[in-house]
């Protein structure tokens, strides 16, 4: 494997754009964690909040807006996020068009992050047993859009201009959750914070004890970064695994 450039530090500000309460920290809260406590400032951008997520006949998609950010408010806290924006868009009917990729770049302009942590919009299944949600896809595709090129030129979404929000380059940028994985990030100190922030999702989690399938989960990233000869991957017990962009 060709040799990779690791970042020398935490970036000073980053932001996470996920579809839906729950997605970061199932996907990549032991980086959020880890950089929170060295210091960064990280934003989390939901694009919808989750507003379809129950088999309870008695639940309202109203009711269950409520919960599931005030469930992912008390998971940012635990990871020592402070600022949590909902889209508000609705869960299970994101597409990738110019609405979304717009209210995208909005979050980027007005917080101007170093580094961008989003979803794949390739992966689209795994083994025999899961089928992406659409979302998934649909918000890591327009996030994508929304940092190359329309959050940095100053022509793309005039009425940004005129919202006083000036463009902005996103310098790095981390794709979690991704089949071409080139990126690894040492999350065995973080790892039971990430626990303790997902288990704030009582929705969504409820008498299920997640934590073999994330541990199998990051055993196996760190196993494949030092497999690839990943810089540093001989110390990684557990780890999450990012393509990564390095932008100009």
Known sequence: ???????????????VVMAHPDDAEFGVAGTVAKW??????VIFVLGTSGDKGS???????????????REQLAAAKVLGVK??????????????????????????????????ICQDPTFRWGGQEYINHPDHSAMG???????????????????LLAEGLEPHK????????SKESDYWIDITESFSTKLKALAEHKSQIGDWDPEPMLRRW???????????????????????????????
């Open 1 to 15: 494997m060709a040799e990779v450039e690791k970042t020398s530090t935490v970036p000073a500000r980053a932001m």
């Open 36 to 41: 929170t406590a060295g210091g960064s400032e």
């Open 55 to 69: 088999d309870d006949p008695e639940m309202t998609s109203e009711k269950l807006v409520e919960t599931r950010e």
């Open 83 to 116: 600022t949590v924006e909902f889209l508000r868009f609705r869960d299970a009917e994101l597409i990738p068009d110019l609405n979304l990729r717009l209210a995208i770049t909005r979050m980027i302009r007005k917080y101007k992050p170093d580094a961008l």
């Open 141 to 159: 595709e327009a996030t994508l859009a929304a940092v190359f090129p329309s959050a940095r030129d100053r022509l793309t979404f005039p009425q």
């Open 170 to 177: 996103v310098r790095e940028v981390f794709v979690g959750m």
């Open 218 to 248: 990051s055993q196996d990233s760190a196993a494949e970064a030092r497999f690839k000869r990943f810089p540093g991957a001989d110390d990684m017990d557990l780890a999450e695994s990012y393509k990564y962009f390095k932008l100009d």
